[in-house]
């Protein structure tokens, strides 16, 4: 598998405070890679390197293009995707029209295939099609982050980044969304960077794992792996990892 | 009978100039998420540049789509060097600068044109037709000819292109619309242009009925803010339909309220506006923010 994305160096600091200190990992084409970690490990700002809408140090590779010195525009035009935290909607347009940025977000390759693309993600979320027409505030938080997480894969991104993605999701709704990213990235080609607390539900989908611990990569393997690493899950991913193998 | 009609034909002409200002006004809201307190201003720009050329001898026809093209340019200029370098500071910085604008470009007309009233013949001519014993004149059937097409244009630009709804994106989440690889400041200016150019067209459709002065646009300002609070800002139909309203509602309580003549009659539409705003504080035609979870 060649590589889609590369982060090599990566640090970040917010103020005075270095919360990133120089990490490396890579994404592989139609690959799903878990970033697990406890709270405050870093999982959120390396994202947020990535897609830079925080300024970071090192490099970052998309298909071997360097992001240094581009804005996050630029970058999202590049092809990554990132569904924050918060999931950042517009509240105010309907739910069409929040997927129709998704679909104008796309690069000319995949233009043609935007009716056809638009009805797969209704299909694949159909509450979705239900509420076209309501506004996307109007929606609940499952629902918010269904169209968020639509509207980016709209964009065909070549890696999605998304951020906390089962936060104050129900668990049935939590499953779907994680059955539909394996079957994108099956057909889609996309490659996803997982950000979750929920240790446990990320490496269930992931083929791979990045723990991170204040900063640092403390682990990088296959996610069965690290869920079966009883040392790992006790030192940073929680009872919910535990709860992953006990089962 | 007659004379009703003619005061609602006159209010309706008059509502036009609110309206189409008004709409410039719901421009920049809807593709900046600001209120620009300088449009009428740049409106004033627009109308003595046309004079200007005008006085050259270029002729309507050409003298106003150079100008309307210029008010764009000088909106995506002043969105470019003076409203985006304070982008994301504090909503009070916008207003200040947008005030700043209103009084900077006042005294800039001031300074290049004088203070000295002008009047300006209407591009429309100056014949009248009658129907029946009201009578129209080319001015009024003209100026709402062209607010009316200015404002489908407008709505459709939102309503139906992908650079309207990019524009939407980003006024309502800046922060998201850049991870859809859109660039706020480009569509910002892309606003401002728009909103110069909307104005623009205000400022030629009102010089020909008050005159050319640097104080031409206040109290129509004021008037267009008040028909976008009553139409909804969010909304370029509802902002000039509010504009149409307050025109002959202003007109009917000057001829026919005694007690509320001249500036009096004002109590009307702003008593009227008061009463919408607090039934439906979006505006008639806007659309609340609906914010769960």
């Given at each position: 598998m060649s590589g889609v994305l590369s982060v090599t160096g990566l640090r970040a600091r917010y103020g005075g405070v270095e919360v990133v200190h120089g990490i490396d990992f890579d994404v592989h084409e139609g690959e799903i890679v878990a970033l697990v970690g406890p709270n405050g490990a870093g999982k959120t700002t390396v994202l947020r390197g990535i897609s830079r809408t925080v300024r970071t140090q090192g490099t970052v590779t998309l298909l071997g293009v360097g992001?240094?010195?581009?804005d996050a525009a630029s970058v999202a035009r590049l092809g990554v995707g990132h569904v924050p935290q918060g999931r950042?909607?517009?509240?105010?347009?309907?739910v069409l029209q929040n997927l129709r940025l998704g679909l104008l977000a796309r690069g000319r390759a995949h233009r043609r295939h935007g009716d056809a693309d638009l009805t797969r993600m209704i299909d694949m979320f159909p509450v979705l099609g239900e509420f076209?027409?309501?506004?996307?505030?109007?929606?609940?938080g499952g629902q918010q982050q269904m169209l968020a997480i639509a509207r980016a894969l709209l964009a065909r991104p070549r890696v999605l980044l998304i951020d906390e993605p089962s936060l104050g999701l129900a668990p049935v709704t939590t499953s779907m969304l994680f059955r539909t990213l394996r079957e994108l990235r099956s057909d889609w080609g996309v490659s996803v960077l997982l950000a979750e607390q929920n240790a446990r539900l990320s490496l269930s989908i992931a083929d791979r794992a990045v723990v991170l611990a204040g900063g640092l990569i403390v682990h990088t393997g296959p996610s069965a792996e690290v869920a079966e690493s009883g040392e790992l899950r006790r030192a940073y991913l929680g009872s919910a990892a535990e709860q992953a193998v006990t089962r | 009978m007659t004379e009703i009609l003619q005061q609602l034909v006159n209010g309706l002409a008059g509502g036009c100039v609110y309206a189409g200002l008004a709409l410039a006004v719901s421009v920049v809201f809807q593709g900046t998420g600001l209120l620009n307190f300088a449009q009428g201003e740049m409106a004033v720009v627009a109308a003595y540049a046309a004079w200007s050329l005008a006085a050259a001898g270029w002729p309507p026809v050409a003298a106003i789509p150079v100008v309307v093209a210029g008010s764009a340019a000088l909106g995506a200029v002043l969105e470019r060097v003076l409203v985006r370098p304070v982008e994301g500071t504090s909503p009070l910085a916008l207003i200040t600068v947008t005030a700043a604008l209103l009084l900077g470009l006042n005294g800039l007309v001031a300074v290049i044109w004088g203070t000295d009233p002008h009047s300006w013949d209407s591009p429309f001519g100056a014949s009248a037709v009658r129907l029946g014993d009201v009578v129209l004149t080319a001015q009024q059937i003209g100026s709402v000819a062209v607010v009316a097409v200015v404002m489908v244009a407008v709505g459709c630009f939102f309503r139906f292109t992908g650079l309207g709804l990019r524009m939407k994106a980003v006024a309502i989440n800046p922060g998201s619309a850049v991870l859809l690889g859109i660039r706020p400041g480009r569509m910002l200016a892309v606003g401002w242009a728009l909103a110069g150019a909307v104005g623009g067209v205000a400022g030629l459709m009102t010089a020909p009925t008050?005159?050319?002065?640097?104080?031409?646009?206040q109290g129509p300002l004021l008037m267009a803010f008040a028909a976008a609070a009553l139409g909804g800002f969010a909304s370029p139909f509802g902002s000039a339909l509010g504009g149409v309203v307050l025109g002959v509602l202003t007109t009917m309580a000057a001829r026919y309220?005694?007690?509320?003549g001249g500036d009096l009659a004002l109590v009307v539409p702003f008593g009227v506006i008061f009463l919408v705003l607090l039934v439906k504080p979006s505006g008639l035609f806007g659309r609340a923010a609906v914010v769960r979870s």
């Open positions: 992001t240094h010195g581009k950042g909607t517009f509240a105010d347009l309907t076209l027409s309501r506004p996307a505030g109007a929606l609940s | 008050v005159g050319l002065s640097p104080e031409m646009m309220v005694p007690a509320l």
